[in-house]
Structure formats: C-alpha cells, structure tokens
C-alpha cells in the first residue's frame, strides 16, 4: 500500500476536489505510479483530519476521471492514465471550420487557449457533463441548481465576496442581466451614470431602455468622486454603471482607496452601483469588489466570458441586500427562463475540477506576453493599457483620425473600434481601442503590431495605398 499524505492546501478546490487533484498532480509528477494502492479511506481521513465522506467522495471523483479504480475488499489503485487518456477521451477531434471560423472581432476577446492539456481538460469536461445530458436539456429553476451555486461561490470568493447563497443567480450572461437590472431600476427617460468613455454595451442597454445616460468627468484612477456627487445633487440618477477593474476600452483600474470614496457618495446619496466585473478574475491580485464595500448598495455582475470563454454565456450575478431578489428573479426569468443548465454543468465543473483556473493562468500569461510585443511595437507613452490587459487604448496624432486610421488597418486581422462606440457625452476622442486576444496568433499579432506602428509614424499621406 502507498504511504500517500496529500497536502490539500495544494489546491483551492472543495476538499474533495482536492483529493482528486493531488492524485492527477503526483500521478504526472510520478510520486504515484499505475498499480498503487492509494490509503483506506478511513484512514486517509483521520490522517487529513476531515470526514470519511470527504474522502469517499474524491476518490468517487478520482474514479470519475479515470484516475483510479476501487474494487470491493482489495480497495482504491492508480490506474495511470491521465490527460487525454482518461476515461477513453477522444483528444484528435478536429474542428469543424465552419465553427472555427466565427468570431467577432469588435469584441474584447481574450486570447484563445492553445496549449493542448488544457484544451484536452475542456473537452473531458464536456465528455463528463454529457452523461447527464438528458436532464441537462429540461427547464429548470431559474438562477442554477445547489451544486452550481456553490460552483459560483467558490468562484467569487476567490474575488472576496461571500454572499448568502440566495443573492447569489447563474445568469446568461452580462447584457441580459444588465438589460434585467436598468429595467428595475430607471425608467424610460431617468438619469444613469457612468464614466464619460465606458463599455460599448452600457451605451446600447441606455438606448435600448431609452434612459439619459450621464458621463462622468474621469482621472487615470476612474469617476472623480466629486465629480459624481456633483451628477448626484444636480441630476438625481437612478443608478451608476461602473466597469472598475481593466476597465474597457481604457484598461484602467479603479484602486481600492477610489473605490471607497465612490461608495461613500453613492451612500450619501443613495444611488445603487451597477458593478460590470468582467475583468475582475484576471488580475492575481486586484482591489475587492465594490461589491465587498457596499454590499448594500451593489449589484455585481462576474461575468465568465473574459476569464474562462465568451461561448458559455453566463455571468456570476450577487444581488444587493434587501428586497431586490424576487423583482430581479421575475426580470430575468421574464426575458430570458434561465441559463443554459448545459453551459452551466460544464462551467461548474471546470470551476470544481481546476480546469477554470488553468484556463485563467494561461489567460494571464498570455495577455502578459501579448503586452510585451506591443511594448516592442509602440512608444512609451503612445498607448494606455495594462500589463495584462486584452486591450490597448490607443490616442491618434499627426493627421490621423479615428477612420482613417481604421479603414487603413481593417485587414490587419485583429479588432480595432473607434472611440465613437465608447463616448457618452461631448465629442469622441481622436483614439482607437485595438484587441490583441482572440484566434490571432503571436507571429500575426507581432506583424499586425508592426504594420500599425509603422504607419503611425507619419501622416496619414504617408501611408496611403490608394491613388
């Protein structure tokens, strides 16, 4: 028998997760090899100070993705297989190029997973929520089942926020919880603010709902709280929109010490916060949510879309304390029943098995490496962004304007949006905001990067094709 100790502050994951975990981890690292004989489970327990339920369950969850095999009277043994062995999954699927194909550049993707073992993950996820596909396609409650709940959880605790499980709905998606939210809160006419160069899809929603859409003055750290109360005396708005963390298009981050202030206005004034968390999950180590700071005040929106994929449609939605809950639930289940109870299987488990945060490291690390060639490409100075941001913001000198300087890229491959789809009040900055994630390769994206700076380093007569 194998004198196996796992440490379980090895992973984030639930406890029995862990369990499952720490068995693939020492597998591949070879500290487990096929044909050992993994603890009793009871003895595993008293040795890990936790319940013998725990342990059967990870080893439950072990056997699930072929990691081990238990057998009555002989007890639990490697089996060895691991990654795209596992459970007889297929990993030379090819893609449909029809599907491959589809994508939309004037998007904020974030860059697509390429590296194979996490792409093999995904996909025994999928093989794994399969086998409950029949029940997977009946409607069901609106907001998720238990186990999703506690996936979604886990997931935002990792941001700091710890909300009682009933403020806590799977929704699908960002836009139709914010189109459900401005429904609640304003109606056809009435003041929201946000700041003055904000998320595309906010300017849509206000147009959608026909609301008066208010920008607010704006430093390198966010809304001037002074600012803001001013808009609150002068206007009475019905809410305050924010995308505060890797903020699109201009990648700023609002710090904690701002955020505090914010929330004091919006107390003051008793203005709800609209908190668009999309980029929360990306930085290790980001300021907590404003969620965290005015829980009273705060709906907060974690979408999944920018730190595990765009494709699930889901967002992880915490509703204010008080009486929000059941006007939100019957605004959602209104527009749109539910999530898809198929995308949220699979979201849960990758969020349970680890698969979520591998997709987010390489996330990271590969907006990090994308950071690093427009550094190559551009001037300091030239362009606002992040170290790890999807996005750049870019201001326009020298003769170019925002059209010309899209028309004469628009076949580079990557996306780039004029700063008219981001301007709420006065005129539209001469600026783009370009995207570097998505299907693009580095070696497309670096001659992309290239082709760009280079024109930028004259006037727009320089660079022209057309005679």
């Known amino acids: 028998m194998k004198n196996w100790h796992p440490d379980l502050s090895r992973s984030a994951n639930p406890r029995y997760i862990a369990i499952a975990d720490l068995i693939e981890m020492d597998l591949r690292s070879g500290v487990l090899v096929a044909g050992d004989r993994l603890p009793p489970q009871r003895e595993l327990a008293k040795r890990l100070g936790v319940d013998f339920t725990t342990v059967a369950r990870g080893y439950v969850e072990a056997q699930k993705r072929g990691l081990v095999d238990s ?22 699927l090819t893609p449909d190029p029809r599907r491959a194909s589809a994508v939309d550049f004037s998007m904020n993707l974030p860059p697509d997973v390429t590296d194979p073992e996490i792409i093999a993950r995904m996909r025994e996820g999928m093989s794994a929520v399969a086998a409950n596909l029949v029940s997977l396609l009946r409607y069901q409650d609106f907001g998720g089942s238990g186990m999703d ?8 605790g990792r941001r700091g926020l710890t909300p009682p499980p009933e403020r806590i709905f799977i929704t699908p998606g960002a836009h139709p919880t914010l189109l459900a939210i401005f429904g609640l809160l304003a ?19 206000a147009a959608q709902l026909r609301l008066n859409l208010v920008g607010l003055a704006m430093d390198e750290q966010g809304i001037l709280p002074d600012a803001f109360a001013a808009a609150c005396e002068k206007t009475r708005p019905k809410a305050l929109y924010l995308n505060p963390t890797l ?9 904690e010490g701002r955020r505090r202030e914010i929330a004091a206005v919006a107390r003051r004034y008793q203005v709800p916060i609209v908190e668009d968390d999309a980029y929360g999950f990306i930085p290790s180590h980001g300021p907590q949510p404003i969620a965290a700071i005015a829980p009273d005040l705060t709906w907060h929106i974690g979408g999944l879309a920018k730190c595990i994929g765009a494709g699930l449609r889901l967002a992880c939605t915490v509703v204010p304390e008080g009486k929000a809950v059941w006007p939100f639930v019957s605004a959602m289940r209104t527009g749109n029943v539910m999530a898809s109870p198929v995308t949220m299987a699979l979201a849960t488990r990758w969020i349970e098995d680890g698969t979520a945060d591998a997709i987010l490291r390489f996330i990271r690390t590969e907006a990090a490496v994308r950071q690093s060639m427009v550094a190559s490409a551009f001037p300091a100075g030239s362009y606002q962004a992040d170290p790890i941001s999807f996005n750049i913001w870019l201001p326009l000198t020298d003769g170019w304007t925002r059209s010309t300087f899209s028309n004469h890229v628009r076949n580079s491959g990557i996306g780039v949006v004029a700063s008219d789809a981001f301007t709420v009040e006065g005129p539209a900055p001469e600026a783009v905001r370009i995207c570097l994630g998505g299907p693009i390769g580095r070696d497309r994206l670096k001659g992309a990067l290239d082709f760009m700076a280079h024109a930028l380093e004259g006037p727009p007569e320089m660079a022209a094709s057309v005679f």
């Open 71 to 92: 057998h009555v009277g002989r007890g639990t043994f490697v089996t060895g297989s691991t990654g795209a062995e596992r459970g007889g999954f297929v990993s030379d």
């Open 187 to 205: 109606r056809p006419g009435d003041v929201v603010l946000s700041e003055n160069v904000t998320y595309a899809g906010m300017r849509s929603i």
């Open 149 to 156: 709940r506690e996936a979604a959880a886990v997931w935002l």
């Open 247 to 255: 903020q699109n298009p201009l990648t700023l981050t609002i710090p």
